[in-house]
């Protein structure tokens, strides 16, 4: 599985940004498909995921904010941010899981600068 980051950049506080992971591979093998982000000096932490029947989960410092979805072939996967907060900004890395090998996929990452 192959994965492939876009859409990051610059932002205003209270803006919004969309992020996309495209998917490339064995992508019937994904399980689930989500997004980590890593701010400086900062472990990696996970954001959002959606598993492969389209259930969708959220870290608590996004919730309501950042909207996870895919398109229907399961090639793309979004992440819409609105309302950004500087504590927001980090490389933000697109993350598959498989099954029944359970490997894990990441992407690069790609930077999201929130300016307050």
């Known amino acids: 599985v192959q994965l492939q980051a876009s859409g990051g950049g610059l932002v205003q506080a209270g803006g919004s940004m969309s992020l996309s992971c495209a998917a490339s591979?064995?992508?019937?093998?994904?399980?689930?498909i989500g997004w980590y982000r890593q701010a400086p000096g900062k472990q990696r932490e996970w954001v959002a995921s959606?598993?492969?029947?389209?259930?969708?989960s959220y870290a608590d410092s996004v919730k309501g904010r950042f909207t996870i979805s895919r398109d229907n072939a399961g090639n793309t996967m979004y992440l819409q941010m609105n309302s950004l907060k500087p504590e927001d900004a980090a490389v933000y890395y697109c993350?598959?899981?498989?099954?029944?090998?359970?490997?894990?996929?990441w992407g690069k990452g790609t930077q999201v600068t929130v300016s307050s």
């Open positions: 959606i598993a492969r029947g389209g259930s969708t």
């Open positions: 591979g064995n992508i019937l093998s994904i399980s689930a």
């Open positions: 993350n598959a899981r498989t099954y029944p090998s359970p490997v894990e996929y």
